[in-house]
């Protein structure tokens, strides 16, 4: 009985430990995501600038006349 008990507590013991880590992963992915999230916010908007420069540009070249 005494074996049993301490088998179910070492079980929980590595549970937890599991809990604490999943936990800590958790919030470093979530950190991960919010940083991918601003960085593809940033890349649009660069592109976004990008793509509004280049249609002036193109305005400013005459047609050519065939």
Known sequence: MES????????IDQFVHLCHQLRLENIQLRQDLAGAISENKRLAEKIGAATTRLEAILMQIPESEE
Request: glycine share 0%.
């Open 4 to 11: 049993e008990l301490k088998s179910l507590e070492e079980k």
